[in-house]
DNA sequence: GACAATCACATAACGCAGTTATATTACTTA
DNA sequence: TAAGTAATATAACTGCGTTATGTGATTGTC
Protein backbone atom coordinates (compact mmCIF):
# COMPACT_ATOMS: atom_id res chain seq x y z
CA UNK A 1 0.00 0.00 0.00
CA UNK A 2 1.81 3.31 -1.28
CA UNK A 3 1.26 6.88 -0.49
CA UNK A 4 -1.09 6.90 -3.63
CA UNK A 5 -3.22 4.30 -2.79
CA UNK A 6 -4.01 5.97 0.63
CA UNK A 7 -4.96 9.22 -0.57
CA UNK A 8 -7.03 7.25 -2.56
CA UNK A 9 -8.64 5.59 0.40
CA UNK A 10 -9.45 8.22 2.17
CA UNK A 11 -10.86 10.43 -0.51
CA UNK A 12 -13.16 7.45 -1.05
CA UNK A 13 -14.07 7.28 2.89
CA UNK A 14 -14.75 10.92 2.42
CA UNK A 15 -17.22 10.75 0.19
CA UNK A 16 -18.87 8.19 1.37
CA UNK A 17 -18.82 9.64 4.60
CA UNK A 18 -20.53 12.89 2.70
CA UNK A 19 -22.94 10.12 0.64
CA UNK A 20 -24.25 9.55 4.67
CA UNK A 21 -24.55 12.58 5.78
CA UNK A 22 -26.69 13.77 2.85
CA UNK A 23 -29.03 10.50 3.40
CA UNK A 24 -29.11 11.58 7.22
CA UNK A 25 -29.73 14.85 6.47
CA UNK A 26 -32.81 14.52 3.78
CA UNK A 27 -33.85 11.85 6.19
CA UNK A 28 -34.44 14.05 9.09
CA UNK A 29 -35.92 16.61 6.76
CA UNK A 30 -38.61 14.12 5.95
CA UNK A 31 -39.03 12.60 9.21
CA UNK A 32 -39.64 15.68 10.75
CA UNK A 33 -41.86 17.08 8.27
CA UNK A 34 -44.08 13.79 7.54
CA UNK A 35 -43.40 11.70 10.49
CA UNK A 36 -42.20 7.97 10.65
CA UNK A 37 -45.16 6.16 8.59
CA UNK A 38 -45.57 8.40 6.29
CA UNK A 39 -41.56 8.71 5.13
CA UNK A 40 -40.76 6.27 2.47
CA UNK A 41 -37.30 5.53 1.45
CA UNK A 42 -38.18 6.14 -2.13
CA UNK A 43 -38.75 9.71 -1.11
CA UNK A 44 -35.62 10.04 0.86
CA UNK A 45 -34.14 8.77 -1.73
CA UNK A 46 -35.60 10.86 -4.76
CA UNK A 47 -34.36 14.15 -2.08
CA UNK A 48 -30.68 13.98 -2.80
CA UNK A 49 -30.93 12.70 -6.76
CA UNK A 50 -30.68 8.82 -5.63
CA UNK A 51 -32.53 5.34 -6.24
CA UNK A 52 -33.46 3.89 -3.14
CA UNK A 53 -31.30 1.18 -2.66
CA UNK A 54 -28.09 2.97 -2.41
CA UNK A 55 -29.20 3.85 1.18
CA UNK A 56 -28.99 0.18 1.93
CA UNK A 57 -25.53 0.47 0.80
CA UNK A 58 -24.80 2.62 3.63
CA UNK A 59 -27.54 1.93 6.66
CA UNK A 60 -29.44 -1.50 7.26
CA UNK A 61 -32.65 -0.58 6.62
CA UNK A 62 -35.16 2.23 7.69
CA UNK A 63 -35.22 1.76 11.48
CA UNK A 64 -31.31 2.31 11.57
CA UNK A 65 -31.53 5.46 9.87
CA UNK A 66 -33.85 6.68 12.27
CA UNK A 67 -31.66 4.71 15.30
CA UNK A 68 -28.80 7.04 14.11
CA UNK A 69 -30.55 10.00 13.66
CA UNK A 70 -32.20 9.51 16.96
CA UNK A 71 -28.74 8.44 18.92
CA UNK A 72 -27.10 11.71 17.42
CA UNK A 73 -29.92 14.02 19.22
CA UNK A 74 -29.60 11.96 22.38
CA UNK A 75 -25.80 13.18 22.25
CA UNK A 76 -27.10 16.47 23.10
CA UNK A 77 -29.89 15.15 25.79
CA UNK A 78 -27.10 13.41 27.49
CA UNK A 79 -24.71 16.60 27.57
CA UNK A 80 -27.53 18.44 29.08
CA UNK A 81 -28.39 16.38 31.37
CA UNK A 82 -24.74 15.78 32.59
CA UNK A 83 -24.05 19.43 32.39
CA UNK A 84 -26.73 19.66 35.31
CA UNK A 85 -24.53 17.04 37.71
CA UNK A 86 -22.64 20.53 38.68
CA UNK A 87 -25.53 21.42 40.79
CA UNK A 88 -24.90 20.05 44.36
CA UNK A 89 -28.35 20.22 45.54
CA UNK A 90 -29.76 16.72 44.61
CA UNK A 91 -33.76 18.81 44.58
CA UNK A 92 -32.42 21.48 42.61
CA UNK A 93 -30.25 18.71 40.08
CA UNK A 94 -33.93 17.06 39.85
CA UNK A 95 -35.20 20.14 39.02
CA UNK A 96 -32.78 21.01 36.28
CA UNK A 97 -33.02 17.63 34.85
CA UNK A 98 -36.33 18.21 34.41
CA UNK A 99 -36.17 21.60 32.67
CA UNK A 100 -33.19 20.12 30.20
CA UNK A 101 -35.70 16.98 29.44
CA UNK A 102 -38.58 19.00 28.31
CA UNK A 103 -36.16 21.32 26.13
CA UNK A 104 -34.99 18.52 24.38
CA UNK A 105 -38.53 16.69 23.53
CA UNK A 106 -39.53 20.50 22.47
CA UNK A 107 -36.70 20.86 19.81
CA UNK A 108 -35.98 17.30 18.81
CA UNK A 109 -39.93 15.74 18.72
CA UNK A 110 -38.65 13.10 15.77
CA UNK A 111 -36.18 11.32 17.95
CA UNK A 112 -38.25 11.91 21.51
CA UNK A 113 -41.34 10.29 19.46
CA UNK A 114 -38.94 7.31 17.84
CA UNK A 115 -37.61 6.44 21.24
CA UNK A 116 -40.37 7.28 23.94
CA UNK A 117 -43.67 7.38 22.11
CA UNK A 118 -43.81 4.50 20.06
CA UNK A 119 -43.74 0.75 20.89
CA UNK A 120 -41.54 -1.32 18.95
CA UNK A 121 -41.40 -5.21 18.83
CA UNK A 122 -37.69 -5.54 19.57
CA UNK A 123 -38.32 -3.49 22.78
CA UNK A 124 -39.71 -6.42 24.51
CA UNK A 125 -37.19 -9.28 25.92
CA UNK A 126 -33.82 -7.50 25.01
CA UNK A 127 -31.30 -6.98 27.15
CA UNK A 128 -30.08 -3.94 28.68
CA UNK A 129 -27.96 -2.48 26.14
CA UNK A 130 -25.26 -0.35 28.16
CA UNK A 131 -24.71 2.40 25.67
CA UNK A 132 -28.30 2.92 25.04
CA UNK A 133 -28.89 6.43 25.68
CA UNK A 134 -32.68 6.25 26.87
CA UNK A 135 -32.07 3.88 29.42
CA UNK A 136 -28.44 6.13 30.37
CA UNK A 137 -30.77 8.79 30.69
CA UNK A 138 -33.25 6.97 33.19
CA UNK A 139 -29.96 5.64 35.17
CA UNK A 140 -28.67 9.09 35.53
CA UNK A 141 -32.54 10.41 36.63
CA UNK A 142 -32.84 7.41 39.20
CA UNK A 143 -29.63 8.35 40.85
CA UNK A 144 -30.64 11.68 41.27
CA UNK A 145 -33.51 10.67 42.72
CA UNK A 146 -31.80 8.44 45.17
CA UNK A 147 -29.69 11.05 45.93
CA UNK A 148 -32.75 13.36 46.42
CA UNK A 149 -33.97 10.68 48.51
CA UNK A 150 -30.97 10.27 50.46
CA UNK A 151 -31.28 14.11 51.85
CA UNK A 152 -34.34 13.17 54.09
CA UNK A 153 -35.74 15.99 52.77
CA UNK A 154 -39.01 14.18 51.59
CA UNK A 155 -42.39 12.54 53.05
CA UNK A 156 -41.61 9.06 54.49
CA UNK A 157 -44.30 7.83 51.86
CA UNK A 158 -41.10 8.31 49.19
CA UNK A 159 -38.13 5.70 49.51
CA UNK A 160 -38.15 4.19 46.09
CA UNK A 161 -35.97 5.81 43.62
CA UNK A 162 -37.25 3.95 40.58
CA UNK A 163 -40.93 5.33 42.14
CA UNK A 164 -39.66 8.68 41.85
CA UNK A 165 -37.95 8.88 38.61
CA UNK A 166 -40.95 7.42 37.43
CA UNK A 167 -43.03 9.76 38.14
CA UNK A 168 -41.09 12.26 37.39
CA UNK A 169 -40.27 11.11 34.35
CA UNK A 170 -44.00 9.87 33.61
CA UNK A 171 -45.06 13.47 34.34
CA UNK A 172 -42.97 15.62 32.02
CA UNK A 173 -43.39 12.97 29.41
CA UNK A 174 -47.22 13.32 29.62
CA UNK A 175 -47.33 17.12 29.31
CA UNK A 176 -44.51 17.04 25.69
CA UNK A 177 -45.72 13.61 24.71
CA UNK A 178 -49.53 15.12 24.13
CA UNK A 179 -47.95 18.22 23.01
CA UNK A 180 -46.05 16.50 20.43
CA UNK A 181 -48.98 14.17 19.57
CA UNK A 182 -51.74 17.01 19.61
CA UNK A 183 -50.23 20.06 19.89
CA UNK A 184 -52.24 21.55 16.62
CA UNK A 185 -55.58 19.78 17.95
CA UNK A 186 -57.54 23.35 18.68
CA UNK A 187 -60.11 22.23 20.67
CA UNK A 188 -57.38 22.27 23.53
CA UNK A 189 -56.93 25.29 24.44
CA UNK A 190 -52.69 24.51 24.89
CA UNK A 191 -51.26 26.80 27.19
CA UNK A 192 -47.34 27.36 26.76
CA UNK A 193 -45.86 24.01 27.35
CA UNK A 194 -42.41 25.29 28.98
CA UNK A 195 -44.58 27.73 31.45
CA UNK A 196 -47.10 23.98 32.38
CA UNK A 197 -44.12 21.80 32.54
CA UNK A 198 -42.23 24.52 35.18
CA UNK A 199 -45.52 24.41 36.99
CA UNK A 200 -45.35 20.77 36.88
CA UNK A 201 -41.96 20.10 38.30
CA UNK A 202 -43.09 22.95 40.99
CA UNK A 203 -45.44 20.60 42.43
CA UNK A 204 -43.92 18.11 42.07
CA UNK A 205 -40.86 19.08 44.35
CA UNK A 206 -43.49 20.92 47.13
CA UNK A 207 -45.79 17.60 47.00
CA UNK A 208 -43.04 15.61 47.96
CA UNK A 209 -41.12 17.69 50.23
CA UNK A 210 -41.75 16.90 53.79
CA UNK A 211 -41.97 20.58 54.67
CA UNK A 212 -43.70 23.43 53.12
CA UNK A 213 -40.90 25.45 51.47
CA UNK A 214 -42.07 28.99 50.65
CA UNK B 1 -94.25 -3.26 1.06
CA UNK B 2 -96.24 -6.25 2.81
CA UNK B 3 -95.61 -7.92 5.48
CA UNK B 4 -93.23 -10.70 4.58
CA UNK B 5 -91.25 -7.87 2.71
CA UNK B 6 -90.29 -6.30 6.01
CA UNK B 7 -90.35 -9.57 8.19
CA UNK B 8 -86.90 -9.83 5.00
CA UNK B 9 -85.95 -6.36 5.32
CA UNK B 10 -85.06 -7.28 9.36
CA UNK B 11 -83.53 -10.17 9.05
CA UNK B 12 -81.60 -9.22 6.72
CA UNK B 13 -80.67 -5.83 8.63
CA UNK B 14 -80.10 -8.43 11.79
CA UNK B 15 -77.72 -10.35 9.30
CA UNK B 16 -75.59 -7.35 8.58
CA UNK B 17 -75.44 -5.88 11.88
CA UNK B 18 -74.21 -9.51 13.33
CA UNK B 19 -71.45 -9.57 10.41
CA UNK B 20 -70.56 -6.05 11.44
CA UNK B 21 -70.17 -6.98 14.87
CA UNK B 22 -68.56 -10.15 14.07
CA UNK B 23 -65.60 -8.26 11.93
CA UNK B 24 -65.94 -5.46 15.25
CA UNK B 25 -65.10 -8.36 18.00
CA UNK B 26 -62.46 -9.86 14.95
CA UNK B 27 -60.72 -6.95 14.74
CA UNK B 28 -60.63 -6.20 18.27
CA UNK B 29 -59.17 -9.25 19.36
CA UNK B 30 -56.11 -8.79 16.65
CA UNK B 31 -55.71 -4.85 17.39
CA UNK B 32 -54.75 -5.98 21.37
CA UNK B 33 -53.17 -8.74 20.42
CA UNK B 34 -50.72 -7.20 17.77
CA UNK B 35 -51.05 -3.63 17.80
CA UNK B 36 -52.08 -1.65 14.79
CA UNK B 37 -49.71 -1.51 12.30
CA UNK B 38 -49.19 -5.65 12.46
CA UNK B 39 -52.68 -6.48 11.95
CA UNK B 40 -53.55 -6.73 8.86
CA UNK B 41 -57.07 -6.54 6.95
CA UNK B 42 -56.38 -10.18 5.70
CA UNK B 43 -56.44 -11.97 9.07
CA UNK B 44 -59.25 -9.97 10.47
CA UNK B 45 -61.37 -11.45 7.54
CA UNK B 46 -59.48 -14.79 7.50
CA UNK B 47 -60.00 -14.93 11.18
CA UNK B 48 -64.12 -15.02 10.82
CA UNK B 49 -63.89 -16.77 7.25
CA UNK B 50 -63.94 -13.96 5.30
CA UNK B 51 -61.99 -12.03 2.36
CA UNK B 52 -60.81 -8.56 3.46
CA UNK B 53 -63.09 -7.18 0.68
CA UNK B 54 -66.07 -8.12 2.57
CA UNK B 55 -64.89 -5.65 5.36
CA UNK B 56 -64.89 -2.95 3.31
CA UNK B 57 -68.58 -3.39 2.55
CA UNK B 58 -68.87 -2.50 5.91
CA UNK B 59 -66.42 -0.63 6.92
CA UNK B 60 -64.66 2.56 4.75
CA UNK B 61 -61.11 1.55 5.69
CA UNK B 62 -58.98 0.20 8.64
CA UNK B 63 -58.88 3.29 9.92
CA UNK B 64 -62.91 3.26 10.21
CA UNK B 65 -62.38 0.05 12.41
CA UNK B 66 -59.94 1.10 15.06
CA UNK B 67 -62.63 4.75 15.21
CA UNK B 68 -65.48 2.55 15.69
CA UNK B 69 -63.63 0.41 18.39
CA UNK B 70 -62.41 3.45 20.27
CA UNK B 71 -66.02 5.21 19.91
CA UNK B 72 -67.37 2.11 21.84
CA UNK B 73 -64.87 1.50 24.37
CA UNK B 74 -64.53 5.81 24.85
CA UNK B 75 -68.58 5.40 26.28
CA UNK B 76 -66.87 3.68 28.74
CA UNK B 77 -64.91 6.38 29.42
CA UNK B 78 -67.07 9.20 29.30
CA UNK B 79 -69.47 7.21 31.44
CA UNK B 80 -66.97 6.20 33.98
CA UNK B 81 -65.75 10.40 34.32
CA UNK B 82 -69.34 11.28 34.47
CA UNK B 83 -70.20 9.20 37.39
CA UNK B 84 -67.48 10.98 39.57
CA UNK B 85 -69.93 13.78 38.37
CA UNK B 86 -71.61 12.80 41.60
CA UNK B 87 -68.75 13.65 44.52
CA UNK B 88 -69.42 16.89 45.47
CA UNK B 89 -65.70 18.21 46.40
CA UNK B 90 -63.83 19.23 43.61
CA UNK B 91 -60.44 18.54 44.62
CA UNK B 92 -61.94 14.87 45.36
CA UNK B 93 -63.55 14.60 42.31
CA UNK B 94 -60.23 15.53 40.10
CA UNK B 95 -58.91 12.79 41.77
CA UNK B 96 -61.71 10.44 41.11
CA UNK B 97 -61.41 11.43 37.42
CA UNK B 98 -57.68 10.94 37.72
CA UNK B 99 -58.24 7.22 39.22
CA UNK B 100 -61.40 6.40 36.15
CA UNK B 101 -58.73 7.83 33.23
CA UNK B 102 -55.75 5.72 34.33
CA UNK B 103 -58.18 2.26 34.98
CA UNK B 104 -59.78 3.17 31.16
CA UNK B 105 -56.12 3.93 29.29
CA UNK B 106 -54.36 0.63 30.77
CA UNK B 107 -57.63 -1.44 30.23
CA UNK B 108 -58.29 -0.13 26.88
CA UNK B 109 -54.75 0.32 25.52
CA UNK B 110 -55.06 0.21 22.09
CA UNK B 111 -57.99 2.85 21.68
CA UNK B 112 -55.87 4.85 24.01
CA UNK B 113 -53.01 4.50 21.88
CA UNK B 114 -55.76 5.85 18.71
CA UNK B 115 -56.87 8.41 20.93
CA UNK B 116 -53.75 9.95 22.43
CA UNK B 117 -51.05 8.89 21.21
CA UNK B 118 -50.51 8.80 17.60
CA UNK B 119 -50.30 12.38 15.59
CA UNK B 120 -52.76 11.88 12.75
CA UNK B 121 -52.62 14.55 10.01
CA UNK B 122 -56.56 15.13 9.90
CA UNK B 123 -55.80 16.58 13.23
CA UNK B 124 -54.25 19.75 12.58
CA UNK B 125 -57.10 22.31 11.29
CA UNK B 126 -60.54 20.87 11.97
CA UNK B 127 -63.23 22.01 13.88
CA UNK B 128 -63.98 20.86 17.34
CA UNK B 129 -67.15 18.08 17.03
CA UNK B 130 -69.22 18.57 19.87
CA UNK B 131 -69.22 14.39 19.84
CA UNK B 132 -65.41 13.94 20.02
CA UNK B 133 -65.37 11.58 23.03
CA UNK B 134 -61.69 12.64 23.87
CA UNK B 135 -62.74 16.65 23.74
CA UNK B 136 -65.70 15.88 25.32
CA UNK B 137 -63.55 14.59 28.16
CA UNK B 138 -61.40 17.22 28.36
CA UNK B 139 -63.95 19.59 28.88
CA UNK B 140 -65.31 17.45 32.05
CA UNK B 141 -61.86 17.62 33.15
CA UNK B 142 -61.69 21.51 32.44
CA UNK B 143 -65.09 22.15 34.29
CA UNK B 144 -63.74 20.53 37.30
CA UNK B 145 -60.25 22.18 37.18
CA UNK B 146 -62.77 25.14 37.17
CA UNK B 147 -64.15 24.24 40.17
CA UNK B 148 -61.36 23.54 42.26
CA UNK B 149 -59.90 26.55 41.24
CA UNK B 150 -63.03 28.20 42.50
CA UNK B 151 -63.16 26.73 45.78
CA UNK B 152 -60.41 29.06 46.80
CA UNK B 153 -58.10 26.41 48.13
CA UNK B 154 -55.35 26.76 45.87
CA UNK B 155 -52.22 28.61 45.96
CA UNK B 156 -52.26 32.02 44.09
CA UNK B 157 -50.36 30.70 41.05
CA UNK B 158 -53.04 28.72 39.70
CA UNK B 159 -56.14 30.68 38.29
CA UNK B 160 -56.13 29.34 34.67
CA UNK B 161 -58.62 26.31 34.17
CA UNK B 162 -56.49 25.17 30.94
CA UNK B 163 -53.15 25.21 32.70
CA UNK B 164 -54.50 23.13 35.46
CA UNK B 165 -56.49 20.63 33.22
CA UNK B 166 -53.07 20.23 31.32
CA UNK B 167 -51.37 20.02 34.27
CA UNK B 168 -53.33 17.19 35.70
CA UNK B 169 -53.86 15.54 32.16
CA UNK B 170 -50.29 15.67 31.59
CA UNK B 171 -49.03 14.22 34.56
CA UNK B 172 -51.34 11.40 34.13
CA UNK B 173 -51.02 10.53 30.57
CA UNK B 174 -47.11 10.13 30.93
CA UNK B 175 -47.09 7.60 33.02
CA UNK B 176 -49.88 5.65 31.20
CA UNK B 177 -48.55 6.32 28.06
CA UNK B 178 -45.24 4.88 28.84
CA UNK B 179 -46.41 2.06 30.06
CA UNK B 180 -48.30 1.35 26.69
CA UNK B 181 -45.21 2.21 24.78
CA UNK B 182 -42.24 0.57 26.88
CA UNK B 183 -43.98 -1.40 29.95
CA UNK B 184 -41.82 -4.18 28.58
CA UNK B 185 -38.79 -2.73 28.27
CA UNK B 186 -36.93 -4.49 31.51
CA UNK B 187 -34.27 -1.55 31.93
CA UNK B 188 -37.04 0.76 33.09
CA UNK B 189 -37.56 -1.10 36.42
CA UNK B 190 -41.73 -0.50 36.09
CA UNK B 191 -43.40 0.14 39.80
CA UNK B 192 -47.04 -0.63 39.63
CA UNK B 193 -49.01 1.56 37.54
CA UNK B 194 -51.83 2.60 39.40
CA UNK B 195 -50.04 3.17 42.50
CA UNK B 196 -47.04 5.45 41.11
CA UNK B 197 -50.48 6.99 39.88
CA UNK B 198 -51.91 7.52 43.00
CA UNK B 199 -49.03 9.07 44.50
CA UNK B 200 -48.43 11.28 40.94
CA UNK B 201 -52.48 12.30 42.21
CA UNK B 202 -51.75 12.85 45.84
CA UNK B 203 -48.74 14.72 44.69
CA UNK B 204 -50.20 17.09 42.24
CA UNK B 205 -52.94 18.05 44.81
CA UNK B 206 -50.93 18.89 48.30
CA UNK B 207 -48.39 20.76 45.95
CA UNK B 208 -51.31 22.93 44.36
CA UNK B 209 -52.87 22.96 47.69
CA UNK B 210 -52.71 26.53 49.55
CA UNK B 211 -52.22 25.28 53.05
CA UNK B 212 -50.42 21.27 53.84
CA UNK B 213 -53.45 19.29 54.51
CA UNK B 214 -52.12 15.97 56.11
C1' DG C 1 -0.39 -1.43 -19.32
C1' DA C 2 -3.69 -5.44 -19.08
C1' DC C 3 -6.70 -7.36 -15.77
C1' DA C 4 -9.04 -8.93 -11.80
C1' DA C 5 -11.27 -7.01 -7.77
C1' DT C 6 -13.91 -3.81 -5.30
C1' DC C 7 -16.87 -0.01 -4.45
C1' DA C 8 -20.98 2.68 -5.21
C1' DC C 9 -24.44 2.86 -7.22
C1' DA C 10 -28.78 1.43 -10.56
C1' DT C 11 -32.33 -2.01 -12.53
C1' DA C 12 -35.66 -5.00 -11.74
C1' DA C 13 -38.23 -7.57 -8.95
C1' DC C 14 -40.30 -9.89 -4.63
C1' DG C 15 -43.63 -10.13 -0.96
C1' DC C 16 -46.93 -7.90 1.57
C1' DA C 17 -49.88 -4.19 2.76
C1' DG C 18 -54.43 -1.44 1.96
C1' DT C 19 -57.62 -0.92 -1.29
C1' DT C 20 -60.72 -1.31 -5.49
C1' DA C 21 -62.89 -2.70 -10.09
C1' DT C 22 -65.35 -6.34 -11.46
C1' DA C 23 -67.73 -10.76 -11.20
C1' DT C 24 -70.81 -14.03 -8.83
C1' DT C 25 -74.16 -15.80 -5.96
C1' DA C 26 -78.33 -15.67 -3.27
C1' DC C 27 -82.29 -13.58 -2.01
C1' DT C 28 -86.12 -10.20 -2.58
C1' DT C 29 -89.56 -8.00 -5.16
C1' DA C 30 -92.70 -7.36 -8.94
C1' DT D 1 -90.28 -16.36 -13.39
C1' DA D 2 -87.55 -12.32 -14.59
C1' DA D 3 -85.32 -8.19 -12.77
C1' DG D 4 -83.00 -6.09 -9.21
C1' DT D 5 -80.17 -5.75 -5.22
C1' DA D 6 -77.41 -6.92 -1.33
C1' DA D 7 -73.48 -9.58 0.27
C1' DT D 8 -69.55 -11.66 -0.77
C1' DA D 9 -65.58 -13.43 -3.79
C1' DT D 10 -61.85 -13.07 -7.52
C1' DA D 11 -58.35 -10.72 -9.31
C1' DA D 12 -55.80 -6.96 -9.67
C1' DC D 13 -53.69 -2.19 -8.67
C1' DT D 14 -50.64 0.79 -6.23
C1' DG D 15 -47.19 1.67 -2.98
C1' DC D 16 -44.29 0.14 0.62
C1' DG D 17 -39.68 -1.92 2.54
C1' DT D 18 -36.36 -4.68 0.95
C1' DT D 19 -33.21 -7.68 -1.93
C1' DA D 20 -30.93 -10.28 -5.89
C1' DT D 21 -28.47 -9.04 -9.53
C1' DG D 22 -26.23 -6.10 -12.99
C1' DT D 23 -22.91 -2.22 -14.25
C1' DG D 24 -19.53 1.07 -14.72
C1' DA D 25 -15.85 3.50 -12.64
C1' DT D 26 -11.89 3.24 -9.70
C1' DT D 27 -8.28 0.72 -7.53
C1' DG D 28 -4.53 -2.61 -6.63
C1' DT D 29 -1.51 -6.27 -8.73
C1' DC D 30 1.43 -8.63 -12.15
Redesign the interface.
Known amino acids: MNARSTASLERRERERAETRRKILEAARRTFVQQ?YE?TTMRAIAAKIGYTPTAIYHHFKDKDALVAELSALDFRALSQALRQTGSVADPVERLEKIGQAYVEFALTHPMPY?FL????R?T??????MPG?PG?DA?GFLRQTCADVIATGRLRP??T?A??LA??A???????V??Q???G????????DVR??AA??R???????LRE?TR
Open positions: GRQFMTRPDAGQEADEYEFDDEQMWGSLHGLALIAKNHPAFRWRQTKIDVTIRGTP
